[in-house]
């Protein structure tokens, strides 16, 4: 059965409130539980990324094969009328505005001139089911570097060259200020399996929730809105948080990226008192290497990934391999499993290797990365989640049934918490420990007929290859403009 549509009233979940050095956030007025909708949001506006615009619907943000494009200004593409029709409101002046321009601006100035023809028709006050106004939400635009000032001002002119003589005009300060607010409150929407970034949205509601590295809530794109869901028990009163990037990284360098990319100080427990740097610095113990050693080694490494990042660039994926395997090496006696380094190397090497099909190998190194894992991130973590569901394919495709069968249901406990399951790649993960299941009975029952069994399945039916590797990270929570 569908989820019920969310509607205004599941705003009374929350309410908006002056927090402590942060200024406003949002609070729980009722007790939540992990894996509870706290409130689902649509986008006030929204756009697909300039390099996916002929593979990304328009409206619902899933990939497709084949889609259809507006006859008029060839530019949108949608999945069928339904979509097609569901966008026109939001399609009518950028069709016209892209026609009579003649070119299609970046997605910054397509996303800003979203908002600003919504402001047009509905005004610059509260709309139905938004907390806040989009006039009212941060911009930062005096935190702005002298880079960022200068490509603020290039925005400006290219958007003024694109927006229509007869739509409403807005002073420069205004379309800074919209321009201020992509920046720092734009969210990454992903396609339908949650694997790839595909375009930005503003959600004003989500822009009142403050950032913490350990959240009580998580936020995941799920047909076509935003749901912020509970990571565990959250008491009414609460302030409700989420964690702006990705938590695996040392306190100082996570505040200098808070600092850097959303101009605030992070204070949060984690950051306060370094909780879990001692891990992410992690050495061995017997016998313990001296700090000289530990320097030369965290230098060695940084060196190695300068060098895979080129050769991946390069789609050089053999010589990846080899300079993943040799740094795990020397780091061997030196780093502990949960040491930052050791921790990138195992995910990089474990992604190609199962790319490149080499299956055995890259489950030895994906188990030893989830190992660590788990030991760093929350336990209902997203990230955690999707990184012990590759863990746990790769260990199947080697035919460690086990493990993988293990993996895929720890996996699906994380996905059930962070995503629901009316995600679909929640439904695929639930597909798949179904299957996995009944391959570790028969194993259990007969191993030898099972890895006969196995063969012959393989062999009629080719194993779908892992996509290539790319270097894009996954999808980070909150888009920057790069």
């Not at 927090?19 to 539980?33: C, D, I, P, V």
């Not at 907390?131 to 930062?140: I, K, M, P, T």
């Not at 790319?355 to 990365?369: D, N, P």
Request: glycine share 6%.
């Amino acid at each position: 059965m569908p989820e019920p549509e969310m509607t205004i009233e599941r705003m009374e979940n929350v309410e908006v409130f002056t927090s402590e050095g942060k200024g406003r956030g949002l609070k729980a007025t009722k007790e939540f539980w992990a894996s509870d909708v706290i409130f689902a949001e649509r986008a006030y506006a929204a756009v697909v990324f300039d390099s996916l615009v002929n593979v990304v619907c328009h409206t619902c943000f899933k990939r497709q094969e084949k889609l259809h494009r507006c006859g008029q200004c060839k530019f949108a593409h949608y999945c069928d009328r339904t979509c097609q029709k569901d966008a026109w409101l939001n399609h009518k002046n950028e069709c016209s505005a892209v026609k009579k321009c003649g070119k299609v601006p970046n997605e910054n100035i397509r996303l800003a001139a979203r908002i600003m023809w919504r402001v047009e028709r509905e005004g610059t006050g509260l709309t139905e089911g938004c907390l806040v106004a989009v006039d009212d939400l941060q911009n930062h635009v005096e935190h702005f570097g002298e880079e960022e000032q200068k490509e603020l001002r290039v925005d400006v002119d290219t958007f003024l060259q694109y927006w229509p003589s007869q739509s409403q005009q807005f002073s420069m300060q205004y379309i800074s200020h919209i321009f201020g607010v992509i920046n720092c409150n734009g969210f990454t929407l992903s396609d339908q399996r949650g694997l790839q970034a595909v375009g930005v949205g503003i959600f004003p509601n989500l822009g009142l929730v403050n950032h913490d590295c350990w959240p009580n809530c998580t936020v995941i794109f799920n047909n076509g809105k935003i749901e912020l869901r509970a990571l565990g028990k959250i008491s009414e009163g609460d302030e409700l948080t989420v964690s702006y990037i990705d938590f695996l990284n040392l306190s100082e360098e996570r505040k200098k990226q808070l600092k850097k990319q959303y101009y605030f100080d992070c204070t949060c427990e984690h950051c306060q008192k370094g909780l879990k740097d001692d891990l992410f610095l992690g050495v061995k113990d017997d016998p313990k290497p001296s700090q000289d050693v530990v320097k030369e080694m965290i230098q060695s490494s940084k060196d190695t990934l300068a060098k895979i990042d080129k050769a991946r660039s390069e789609g050089l994926y053999h010589e990846v391999v080899k300079l993943c395997r040799e740094c795990l090496q020397k780091q061997e006696p030196v780093f502990a499993d949960t040491n930052l380094y050791t921790l990138r190397m195992l995910s990089i090497v474990s992604e190609i290797l199962s790319y490149l099909q080499a299956f055995e190998e890259a489950s030895y190194y994906a188990s030893r990365m989830v190992d660590g894992y788990m030991k760093l991130y929350h336990p209902n973590n997203a990230q955690l989640g999707m990184a012990v569901m590759r863990a746990g394919l790769t260990n199947w495709h080697a035919g460690n049934i086990e493990a993988g069968h293990g993996m895929i249901c720890k996996a699906y406990a994380i996905l059930l918490v962070t995503h629901g399951p009316s995600h679909p790649i929640t439904k695929d993960l639930e597909a798949m420990r179904v299957q996995t299941e009944m391959e570790l009975r028969m194993f259990r029952q007969n191993e030898f007929m099972y890895h006969k069994m196995r063969e012959a399945a393989l062999n009629n039916q080719p194993m779908q290859v892992m996509a290539e590797p790319n270097n894009e990270p996954a999808p980070a929570l909150f888009h920057k403009k790069q």
